[in-house]
Protein backbone atom coordinates (compact mmCIF):
# COMPACT_ATOMS: atom_id res chain seq x y z
CA UNK A 1 0.00 0.00 0.00
CA UNK A 2 2.61 2.47 0.98
CA UNK A 3 4.19 1.90 -2.69
CA UNK A 4 1.06 2.67 -4.01
CA UNK A 5 0.50 5.60 -2.46
CA UNK A 6 4.26 6.87 -3.36
CA UNK A 7 3.30 5.73 -7.00
CA UNK A 8 6.68 3.48 -7.38
CA UNK A 9 6.51 2.29 -10.53
CA UNK A 10 8.22 -1.16 -9.37
CA UNK A 11 7.21 -4.95 -10.34
CA UNK A 12 4.82 -6.40 -7.11
CA UNK A 13 7.72 -9.30 -7.48
CA UNK A 14 10.48 -7.08 -7.64
CA UNK A 15 9.16 -4.94 -4.44
CA UNK A 16 8.14 -8.40 -2.75
CA UNK A 17 11.38 -9.88 -3.20
CA UNK A 18 13.04 -6.97 -1.53
CA UNK A 19 11.06 -6.25 1.06
CA UNK A 20 11.42 -9.92 2.52
CA UNK A 21 15.28 -9.12 1.80
CA UNK A 22 15.00 -6.14 3.85
CA UNK A 23 12.63 -7.58 6.38
CA UNK A 24 15.58 -10.16 7.19
CA UNK A 25 18.24 -7.58 7.44
CA UNK A 26 16.59 -5.03 9.31
CA UNK A 27 14.33 -6.71 11.97
CA UNK A 28 11.00 -7.51 10.42
CA UNK A 29 8.54 -5.35 8.94
CA UNK A 30 6.94 -2.81 11.38
CA UNK A 31 5.08 0.48 10.16
CA UNK A 32 8.67 2.17 11.22
CA UNK A 33 11.06 -0.18 8.96
CA UNK A 34 8.40 -0.28 6.48
CA UNK A 35 8.63 3.41 5.99
CA UNK A 36 12.26 2.96 5.92
CA UNK A 37 12.11 0.53 3.41
CA UNK A 38 9.86 2.46 0.62
CA UNK A 39 12.28 5.44 1.23
CA UNK A 40 15.14 3.16 0.29
CA UNK A 41 13.48 1.80 -2.86
CA UNK A 42 12.56 5.29 -3.72
CA UNK A 43 16.26 6.30 -3.43
CA UNK A 44 17.38 3.05 -5.01
CA UNK A 45 14.81 4.07 -8.07
CA UNK A 46 16.08 7.52 -8.05
CA UNK A 47 19.96 7.07 -7.91
CA UNK A 48 20.41 3.76 -9.11
CA UNK A 49 21.76 2.52 -5.75
CA UNK A 50 21.77 -1.05 -6.30
CA UNK A 51 21.12 -3.11 -2.83
Known amino acids: ?3 EEE ?3 IEPEVL ?7 E ?3 NGMSPRTARQ ?3 W ?3 EMK ?4 G
Open 1 to 3: KMA
Open 7 to 9: NLE
Open 16 to 22: NKKAMQW
Open 24 to 26: MMY
Open 37 to 39: FIN
Open 41 to 43: IKA
Open 47 to 50: YGIK
